[in-house]
Each structure stands twice: as structure tokens, then as C-alpha cells.
């Protein structure tokens, strides 16, 4: 078998929503973990994955950042590069769902980012909502700790009707490795209201194993859509208040600076 630095994970992703009204469900997911520089070889090498074409995987470059199919390793790069985390572009791999039969949404991509000695350097957060808007976010990596680490940082993007503009991420995230953990946390000033999370196990890339995966998680990204609306329903009818939409840009990024006590701000 042709040994990848990409992979997938298969896990569970959680959601549980503490305020003003109690909410929670789960389902099982999959997410590819692509190294940004392999997914050409990934893309000649698998049959059932292609690089913007129609396959029952696909990756598409259009789905990521400002839409405009720039290649997603010319992008981060750059943004890294202007987040003065250059020396973070030697290793970069992208956490997201893949297309599947041609659709395909992320609330959440994140970009892991490594230096010359592979050490973590940065971790860019990319927030998409349903309207079209994806905002990033740059964090530098703290070194002290190289498996479970904490970031934070404002919240900048409408993303859902019963979420406040004013409110504030806690990521917390395990990188990638035999596991992955990617967690977020919102809070209203010092009220948490939402925690979710995404825990999967490595699943080494073949065509056996997208096999699998898309007959175990048939149509899983237009689940994802479906799941956030039926939800969204729900919390409605338990009388949980809107949110007025607030305009973002199609694409920007933020810059979160490292505090000297390890905290974070933009």
C-alpha cells in the first residue's frame, strides 16, 4: 500500500449548546487531513478522489478561503506569510471535509502549520457560515505544549442566528497524529453558551478505504447542511432569540496575537 502523508479521520463530532437553552446532539463524521502539497499526487494516484473534478470524493480549491479557486497552499502561504508566521510553510495540512458527490460544506477547515523541524508553528481557523462568508483566523502555536493546546480570540463573523457578534472562540485541539481533536467553545462575555467538538481516529488513504468511508457516511456533507437547519428549527421552537445578520466580507482574515501570559488577542 503506497504510504500518504494525507489521511483521514473517522470520529463523532458533538455539539451542546448551555445557553439560554440546554441543547445537544452528535452524529458520526469523517474529515480528510490533506497535506496541501500532496493533493495532486492524491489526485493521480486515487480513483475515487479528484482535485476540481466530480468524483465520489473531491477537493475543490473554489470551496476554501475567497471562492476564487486560488490554490489553497499559494494561499495560506500567503496569509501566513502576512500573519508573520513564514517561517510556519514548511508542512502545512488542511482538516475539512471533502466534497462528495459534489457537495461539500465546512463550518470549520483548519490548516495545521509546520516550521523546518516540524514543530507546529501556527494553526489558521477558517469559519464558513451559509451565506457565503469564511473568515480565518491566525494563531501563532505556543511550543510548551506539543499535543493538547488552547487558543482564543474574538469572534468577528456572523455565523448563527442564536449566536451574539459580541462573543469570543475557545479552540482547543489535539493535532493530527494516530488522533484528532478539534474543539470550540463560545462564550457571551463570561456566559459559555456552545461547546462542540470533532474526535476521529487516522485512516490511512486508498481507494478501499474512501470506499468505506463514503458507503458508511453516504452524502455526509449535505447531512452536515441538513443537521444545522433541522437544529436550528429546534432551538427555534424552544424559543431561543434570534440574532440580527450583520454583513462580513466574502473573505478576510485576522491576525490574533500571543500575549506575554500565554493568552491571545487580536
Not at 500571543?258 to 488577542?265: E, K, L, N
Request: glycine share 6%; proline share 5%.
Amino acid at each position: 500500500m503506497t504510504a500518504y502523508r494525507s489521511c483521514a479521520y473517522r470520529g463523532t463530532v458533538v455539539h451542546k449548546r448551555l445557553a439560554p437553552k440546554r441543547h445537544a446532539f452528535s452524529y458520526k463524521v469523517f474529515a480528510l487531513c490533506l497535506d496541501v502539497d500532496e493533493i495532486d499526487r492524491l489526485d493521480a494516484d486515487l480513483r475515487l478522489f479528484s482535485r476540481a473534478r466530480w468524483n465520489i470524493m473531491s477537493f475543490h480549491d473554489r470551496d476554501y478561503a475567497a471562492g476564487d479557486g486560488t490554490r489553497v497552499a499559494d494561499h495560506v502561504r500567503g496569509v501566513l506569510t502576512a500573519a508573520g508566521s513564514g517561517h510556519a510553510t514548511s508542512r502545512i495540512v488542511l482538516l475539512s471535509y471533502p466534497r462528495m458527490m459534489g457537495y461539500a460544506f465546512n463550518p470549520l477547515s483548519v490548516y495545521f502549520a509546520y516550521d523546518e523541524a516540524d514543530r507546529l508553528g501556527a494553526v489558521v481557523y477558517e469559519v464558513s457560515n451559509t451565506f457565503g462568508e469564511r473568515k480565518s483566523y491566525v494563531i501563532p502555536a505556543q511550543p510548551s505544549d506539543e499535543t493538547l493546546r488552547a487558543q482564543r480570540c474574538d469572534k468577528e463573523m456572523y455565523v448563527s442566528p442564536f449566536t451574539h457578534a459580541s462573543a469570543t472562540y475557545d479552540f482547543h485541539l489535539r493535532p493530527p497524529d494516530e488522533s484528532v481533536v478539534v474543539g470550540v467553545d463560545l462564550r457571551e462575555g463570561a456566559v459559555p453558551v456552545l461547546k462542540t467538538h470533532f474526535r476521529g481516529d487516522r485512516v490511512p488513504l486508498s481507494d478501499g478505504a474512501l470506499a468505506r468511508l463514503a458507503l458508511t457516511h453516504p452524502l455526509m456533507t449535505a447531512k452536515v447542511v441538513a443537521a444545522i437547519h433541522v437544529e436550528a428549527a429546534r432551538l427555534w421552537w424552544k424559543g431561543v432569540p434570534l440574532v440580527a445578520r450583520h454583513t462580513s466580507p466574502r473573505y478576510s482574515f485576522t491576525v490574533v496575537e500571543t500575549r506575554a501570559d500565554g493568552g491571545h488577542h487580536v
